[in-house]
């Protein structure tokens, strides 16, 4: 089947955002600023449906996020029914507000996978980057508890300026804590991060420094962790090929059942998101308008459509190219052939010591 002229797969992953509540502020979350209320949240046999309707659609994996899943009483219910339609279960969670006996509960359930965040390698700055005062010890706490279930572990470390120069640190206290991979991104700015884009934008130099680092690190622990590093967008000349192309391999969830190419869709006005609460999953995945918009590569301007990268890059992301450039057809302004590339320079020069925006 093709849509757009482009060839339509099945989506491999699923990100359901099952709330948008959360005990922690982290400054660069990705969530939107309008965040989903709590009465507006599906219910657990709408989640419940969704799992279902995903493996029919031939995804392998999904991932229980939020927000901080946990904070939904019924997180064992939906890991259940994801895990009785054969999905592969990952839990991404802040730790904070998860016992020992709830994560006990929740493998029983069927979490296959968990994956926590870390702010920092130093508690104290730690607690300041969430927003949280005792976050830290928490995390340390519940991977305590991960491992000794017996369950694979990810860290997770989001990188920007205040915590750029503690990538070895937090690597070694991933590795205390038994993560068997870890994940560093560089701050994706998009939602709160956007907000936040000048008290978190590290330095050239900073970052340079920080690309070395983990080449060393990776080299180091090479055959005993995975490190996976996200480069930082507004320093690089090549845009990602973000979500491995729009409506080509994932979707999201939102609380309250809106369906998503990526997490920051919704910031593209004019695009039409269809509900899970009136369509199914298959539906949306093959026909919504959102979905439609930038698959493939029909949709895309120059210098895009003639590049000898379009089918690998996808044109960079629809979400930055607009937050950037104020319309998603042009370019990612990350690339070095987008005619704003330029205005990508000047603003990640901006960086201002200010308090954070927290995210609340
Ligand atoms: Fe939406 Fe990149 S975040 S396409």
Request: contains cysteine; neutral net charge; glycine residues 8%.
């Amino acid at each position: 089947m093709s849509t757009n002229g482009a060839t339509l797969n099945a989506p491999l992953g699923l990100l359901a955002e099952l709330t948008h509540r959360c005990p922690l502020g982290c400054p660069y979350c990705s969530n939107p600023l309008a965040l989903d209320q709590r009465e507006a949240e599906l219910d657990t046999a709408a989640w419940a449906r969704v799992m279902r309707e995903a493996a029919g659609l031939g995804v392998l994996q999904v991932h229980l996020s939020g927000g901080e899943p946990a904070a939904r009483r019924d997180l064992e219910q939906i890991a259940k029914a994801a895990r009785s339609a054969g999905l592969y279960c990952n839990l991404i969670t802040s730790a904070v507000g998860i016992t020992a006996q709830r994560m006990e509960a929740l493998a029983d359930a069927g979490i296959d996978h968990v994956q926590i965040s870390i702010q920092d390698s130093e508690p104290q700055s730690a607690d300041h980057i969430a927003g949280y005062k005792g976050a830290s010890g928490r995390k340390r706490a519940l991977a305590a508890e991960v491992v000794k279930l017996g369950l694979p572990l990810t860290i997770n470390m989001v990188v920007h300026r205040a915590n750029i120069s503690r990538i070895g640190a937090m690597v070694d206290l991933a590795l205390s804590l038994g993560a068997s991979r870890i994940e560093i991104a560089h701050v994706q700015y998009y939602g709160w991060a956007l907000k936040n884009r000048a008290a978190l934008m590290p330095s050239r130099e900073q970052v340079e420094q920080a690309v070395k680092e983990v080449e060393a690190l990776r080299e180091q622990h090479c055959g005993r962790i995975v490190i996976d590093a996200v480069v930082p967008d507004y320093y690089a000349r090549f845009p990602k090929p973000c979500v491995g192309g729009w409506g080509r391999r994932s979707l999201n969830v939102t609380p309250a059942g809106r369906v998503l190419p990526c997490h920051a869709a919704e910031v593209i006005p004019g695009l039409e998101f269809w509900n899970v609460r009136e369509h199914s999953l298959a539906d949306i995945w093959r026909n919504s308008p959102a979905f439609s918009a930038f698959r493939g590569t029909e949709w895309m301007a120059e210098p895009c459509r003639s590049c000898a990268m379009k089918e690998k890059d996808f044109g960079g992301c629809r979400c930055q190219a607009f937050l950037l450039t104020g319309d998603a057809r042009n370019a990612d302004p990350i690339c070095h052939l987008a005619p704003q590339h330029a205005h990508v320079a000047e603003l990640a020069a901006m960086q201002i010591d200010t308090a954070y925006h927290y995210r609340r």
